[in-house]
């Protein structure tokens, strides 16, 4: 006899049996046990959860002549011919294959047949969401009145996709992942009827990887059987191709360190490991979750599919790393999951970690973000005291008495701060020089390389709520004047490298007082160098 697949052999004959979904059992059970079904149903979520199984019982159990408490029998004749596949009043229909408005125009000519030996006609017409919008229109008209004698059974894993016109008229039904501990009593209770013996640690890494699906769960356990009668942690990760927790921990650490020689040399290791790309990305993700929810998260009740060893390792990995680090990561790898579908694996999952070990080659606002916070916690600021005219509704440039207004407030995505009462500012204040002028011009080469050209050699310094700029070329002055827009680029700028919006004003010092000053002649030496 041809063996038979794990997930077929215990496949569930009755609603009893159908693991961590009751919540639909029972209902399905009392509304067969009442004689109170519909004319169509829709079962819907993710894969492995019971859908099929549960609308194969279903079928079975409206055609029962002996049913017990809304379960069918399995004794009579019914029920026999509907466990070996003989009943010709069952139909199955793959949607994927069977997709077209030929196929539903087919289906609906027989269903005006009456049943040959059962009580129903049913039709389980699986992934229904792959059906076309004509085929959809042609089911639709059946759906809505269909002879007393037949029953449909939708299920699929994306619902979103049916119209809203096909799911008016289902009973709808949404199974849910099912429970990591209900996965493990099944695994363990299978494992005990086959001769295995399956660690707990071991049974908890299969239903992780199984993602809330029992049918996954008992195909990763079909394989670690055939490997070996004692299965372990290093069983199931040698099957499934994983990396393996110690590897995912000394990986984030390298990241976390930004060494990016050992974590691409770690990288061509489990590579040459034939460990998949694409899962080590995805357990890469769940790692960082894991993270994520550890620092976020208090208590000991903490949403992780994990052993007490995994668990205690997260915790102290966790306790050095920053949560900005932590949402960087899975942001970054979530854009690697896409690209990976379509490029080379080995590849892309290198650029990844190579754009989280260093930060400076990604230009989206999150990685800036990210540099900033380093640069405040690491970074000394450079302070220097100016003799300086108060801030007024006009600001005077430098060398010259024209007169050029503040800026206008700015656009709704950069909004102003709501400044307190002005207080009178003193004569004698004190500036802080911006040590990211640098970067902040380099943006501007990007958003308007006009500007940037013309603030090559300038400085910058901030003062409460102003970004005042000293800029030696002249053309800054007629630039600025003319054209707010070079005014907007320069503050979004700003913005982008410095996380927070500021008023634009001249810096304007007394030549006198910063010679007299040594810290500020040494600050005015700081001007000519050049700042990345």
């Not at 289902?170 to 299978?190: A, H, S």
């Not at 500007?451 to 030696?472: H, P, Q, R």
Request: proline share 4%.
């Amino acid at each position: 006899m041809a063996y038979q697949a794990l997930y077929r052999k215990y496949r569930p004959k009755t609603f009893s049996e159908v693991y961590g979904q009751e919540h639909i059992t029972e209902t399905l059970k009392n509304e067969i046990a009442s004689s109170t079904t519909v004319h169509a149903y829709l079962f819907t979520g993710t894969r492995g959860t019971g859908k099929t199984s549960c609308a194969k019982i279903l079928a079975n159990a409206v055609n029962c002549t002996e049913s017990k408490d809304g379960n069918p029998c399995l004794n009579c004749e019914s029920c026999k011919s509907a466990l070996s596949g003989e009943n010709t009043d069952i139909v199955e229909i793959d949607a994927a294959s069977n997709n077209s408005v030929e196929d539903i125009r087919i289906l609906r000519e027989r269903i005006n047949f009456a049943p040959a030996v059962s009580k129903y006609r049913v039709y389980i017409i699986d992934e229904v969401h792959m059906l076309s919008i004509s085929a959809f229109n042609a089911l639709l008209k059946t759906l809505e009145e269909p002879p007393e004698h037949v029953i449909f059974i939708l299920a699929t894993t994306e619902v979103h996709k049916l119209p809203a016109t096909i799911l008016s008229r289902c009973q709808r039904f949404d199974f849910r992942r099912i429970d990591t501990q209900k996965i493990c009593e099944r695994l363990q209770f299978i494992a005990k009827a086959e001769g295995l013996t399956l660690t707990d640690s071991a049974a908890t890494l299969i239903a992780a990887a199984a993602d809330g699906g029992m049918r996954d769960a008992l195909s990763i356990l079909d394989l670690c059987a055939s490997a070996a009668k004692n299965i372990d942690e290093g069983t199931v990760e040698s099957v499934c191709a994983m990396a393996g927790n110690d590897y995912l921990i000394e990986l984030t650490d390298f990241i976390k360190r930004k060494d990016t020689e050992n974590a691409l040399l770690m990288l061509d290791r489990l590579h040459n490991s034939s460990v998949d790309m694409l899962r080590l990305l995805s357990e890469l993700i769940s790692h960082y979750r894991d993270l994520m929810i550890i620092k976020t998260v208090n208590g000991d009740r903490l949403p992780i599919i994990c052993s007490n060893t995994r668990l205690k390792a997260l915790k102290t990995q966790a306790a050095d790393y920053d949560i900005k680090d932590i949402m960087f990561a899975l942001g970054r790898l979530q854009s690697a999951t896409a690209a990976m579908q379509s490029g080379n694996r080995r590849c892309e999952m290198e650029m990844a970690v190579v754009k989280l070990c260093t930060p400076s080659l990604s230009v989206d606002l999150e990685a800036l973000e990210r540099r900033i916070s380093a640069l405040e916690s690491g970074a000394k600021t450079v302070t220097v005291k100016a003799e300086c005219e108060p801030i007024k509704e006009t600001a005077v440039i430098p060398d010259t008495d024209e007169e050029i207004p503040l800026p206008p407030e700015p656009d709704a995505d950069y909004p102003e701060p709501v400044p307190e009462k002005p207080k009178a500012a003193p004569f004698t204040e004190e500036l802080t020089k911006v040590d990211d002028w640098g970067e902040i011009v380099s943006v501007l080469k990007n958003t308007c390389p006009l500007i940037a050209g013309v603030l090559g050699d300038s400085t910058a310094y901030i003062k409460g709520e102003y970004l005042l700029i000293d800029a030696k070329n002249s053309q800054f002055r007629t630039l600025i004047k003319t054209n707010t827009m070079y005014k907007d680029s320069i503050r979004k700028a700003a913005f982008d490298v410095l996380g927070q919006t500021y008023k634009l004003g001249p810096y304007s010092a007394e030549k006198q007082s910063i010679a007299q000053d040594p810290l500020l002649s040494l600050a005015d030496k700081l001007k000519n160098l050049d700042i990345n």
